[in-house]
């Protein structure tokens, strides 16, 4: 690698590790005041803009057994 180059990957490398140490400043999340559902419960209905603009709710989307909505937050 030419030396401009790895002065600028240096650089750049430096300039990143920087900006991720410095991390956010702001204070810590205060607890959330509302309670979980306890298992099981039923959902209630709401109604949201899908993304054509049309209102879709849950009682749209379950079927006759009902509907298992997933929230995944996955791990990346």
């Given at each position: 690698m030419p030396r401009p180059a790895r002065v600028f990957a240096l650089a750049a490398h430096l300039a990143?590790?920087?900006a991720a140490c410095?991390?956010?400043r702001g204070g810590p999340v205060p607890p959330s005041r509302a309670e979980a559902p306890p298992p099981?419960?039923?959902a209630p209905d709401f109604?949201?803009?899908d993304s054509a603009g049309t209102p879709r709710g849950l009682a749209d989307l379950a079927g006759p057994n009902g509907l298992v909505l997933v929230?995944?937050?996955g791990h990346w």
């Open positions: 990143c590790g920087i410095a991390g956010h099981f419960a039923v109604r949201v803009p929230t995944y937050r």
